[in-house]
């Protein structure tokens, strides 16, 4: 009896500490603690509380980037990745890194009120560390469309702007939602040749070959992307090879000239698409502006 | 009867190789199949080259050191080989031959400088030294590595470490042709080492009484293991456990004269890695796993099996 007595005390004790350390930035703001418009229950099952909208936003992801400037939030942004490049005033806002592995300090430096992470279990570890700083910090999925429909809403919340986040979120899941025409295309994503690496199923680019009217042979695996056989690709015998390139011109990837990579068809017809990182990379507000560009170099292709 | 199941089981690795993989190829169609001549014959040519160099490098080199640890990657040449790579993809140097050769010399240049440090004491190559100086050399090299690799921002670094764990998927006949070329002089000095290697192993001293040149014979077998392997990470990354235990367990077999140890290790090698290769590309198909992990579930059995018996003996 006594030592149930002394747990529950000492339970009491850790939620009134936990009651006392989440109230710290609220009381600041002095507003009252509870505010249902402004907490959320982030992809961690963290719940994120702010006793207002936020105003001064770290983030640590080009995705959650874009979607803050699509909600007309880009100039709360105070601290962004080096690799936010779009839309172009992001580039004004200052970088405090890759955000891969943040750097707590230099976040910090930035005194925000919210921190926006890509979902990974280094960022978890990072968003506890910024919650013992008293900053708020929110960590979203952002692998496929839906997780961008999901994070549009949460951040509309975040910042106040509930109604153009919802009505974000439902363009992208209408975009899900159309019916796409039977895929005629054969595509395959090769990302990396040696070893080769495709695309699967499980990833946003096999939802943007879709939503363009075409079907990733590697549909079927259901990882994001995987290492197969170049013998794997040949048998699947896609119509046309898409690679994702990082600079503006596009060339013929450096396998193409490879003997062994000719037993594809789609490599000894030239068949290939250049896609760029920026905007098929990364899942974010501009899928429709990404299927709508697919489709466009596909039809291409064919003539 | 040893030989002839040795024989066989790396024809059977072989065949297999050639005859099973993610794709259907009928038995009848297998001549004729472009799929067949194009990409699995190379790639079990060079499993085949690639196991057998690596085996044949850990033979002489755990003769040379002394030391049943010993590895062909022991003596800083991954260290070297990745940081050779690492550059090349910083340097976005994108010609398809890059990476393979700049991975070459990478594995050269720790070569040079393991070699130079083992000559630290005097004229005389200390294989104690050696190891040290491998490892040292190796940890270098490794450190710079993820230097690069975390103050860069290409994301390709992250696939170089793919290719650097090592796979046969570049294989073709151009790379089975540049092995051909280059292999049979390092081959030909190392399993002209093997009686020497027999002196060696009962000291130096002794094997010095017993008239081998001992010095000249430390320089040859290390430079020629080292030049075998390097070649090998330059085609294939860095393939593991197959210079390691192949060569332990070809010693229970055939005992420690390296007159039939060495080729059979090359064998036994070529045969392991044909293998692991051929489960690699069919155990998870359509997907493929490291093939260095293959050789470690494939091997650490057997050889566990070999070693119950060589000591129940």
């Known amino acids: 009896m006594e030592r149930r007595h002394s747990l529950r005390s000492h339970t009491i004790r850790l939620v009134a500490l936990a009651a006392a350390l989440a109230c710290r930035p609220a009381d600041r703001a002095s507003r009252p603690p509870r505010d249902a418009g402004y907490t959320v229950r982030d992809d961690a099952g963290r719940t994120v509380a702010l006793a207002q909208p936020a105003r001064r936003i770290v983030s640590l992801s080009p995705a959650v980037t874009e979607l803050l400037f699509a909600l007309g939030v880009g100039d709360r942004v105070v601290g962004r990745t080096t690799w936010c490049d779009y839309p172009p005033p992001a580039r004004l806002v200052p970088s405090v890194g890759d955000g891969l592995n943040p750097n707590l300090e230099a976040v910090a430096a930035r005194r925000p009120d919210l921190v926006v992470l890509y979902r990974s279990p280094l960022n978890e570890t990072a968003a506890a560390q910024l919650g013992r700083l008293g900053i708020p910090a929110a960590v979203l999925r952002q692998d496929r469309l839906e997780d961008v429909a999901r994070a549009a809403r949460l951040l509309g919340r975040l910042t106040g702007r509930a109604a153009a986040g919802d009505s974000l979120a439902d363009s992208l899941t209408r975009l899900l939602e159309t019916g796409v025409p039977a895929a005629h295309t054969g595509l395959a994503f090769v990302v990396w040749d040696n070893p080769p690496m495709v695309i699967g199923g499980g990833s946003y680019l096999d939802q943007l070959a879709t939503l363009a009217g075409a079907a990733n042979v590697f549909h079927d695996i259901g990882a994001a992307s995987a290492t197969v056989a170049l013998e794997t690709i040949a048998t699947r015998d896609p119509d046309v090879i898409a690679v994702v390139s990082d600079s503006a011109e596009p060339r013929p990837p450096a396998f193409a000239r490879r003997r062994e990579w000719r037993v594809i068809r789609a490599v000894r017809e030239r068949r290939f698409v250049y896609v760029v990182g920026s905007l098929f990379g990364r899942p974010g507000p501009r899928a429709g502006v990404a299927a709508a560009e697919l489709r466009r170099l596909l039809g291409q292709v064919k003539r | ?313």
């Open chain 2, 1 to 313: 009867m040893k030989w002839l199941g040795l024989g066989l089981v790396a024809v059977a690795a072989f065949l297999g190789a050639v005859v099973l993989g993610p794709a259907h190829v009928p038995l009848a169609g297998l001549a004729a199949s472009d799929i067949v001549r194009t990409l699995r014959l190379p790639r079990a040519l060079l499993a085949f080259l690639v196991g057998g160099s690596l085996a044949l490098s850990g033979a002489g080199l755990q003769a040379l050191v002394r030391n049943p640890l010993a590895d062909p990657f022991l003596l800083g040449l991954s260290g070297g080989a990745g940081l050779g790579a690492v550059v090349a993809i910083a340097l976005h140097l994108a010609s398809p031959w890059a990476l393979p050769l700049a991975a070459f010399v990478g594995a050269l240049g720790a070569t040079a400088l393991v070699y130079r440090l083992g000559l630290v004491g005097g004229a005389e190559l200390d294989p104690r030294v050696l190891i040290l100086a491998g490892v040292a050399v190796g940890a270098f090299a490794a450190a710079v590595t993820t230097a690069i690799v975390s103050l860069s921002d290409a994301a390709e670094l992250r696939n170089t470490f793919l290719w650097l764990w090592g796979g046969l998927s570049g294989a073709s006949w151009d790379t089975v042709l540049l092995l051909g070329v280059y292999l049979p002089l390092p081959l030909a000095v190392l399993f002209a080492a093997a009686r020497p290697l027999d002196l060696l192993a009962l000291g130096e001293e002794p094997a010095r009484h017993l008239g081998a040149d001992v010095e000249p014979l430390k320089r040859r077998v290390f430079l020629a293991a080292s030049l075998l392997t390097a070649a090998c990470v330059a085609v294939s990354g860095v393939i593991g456990f197959v210079g390691l235990v192949v060569p332990h367990a070809m010693r229970t077999l055939w005992g420690h004269r390296h007159r039939p140890l060495l080729p059979a290790a090359f064998l036994g090698g070529g045969a392991l890695l044909a293998l692991s290769d051929t489960v690699a590309r069919v155990a998870v198909a359509p997907r493929e796993l490291p093939v260095g992990i293959v050789t470690a579930l494939v091997g650490v059995p057997v050889f566990a099996l070999l070693l119950r018996r060589w000591t129940a003996n």
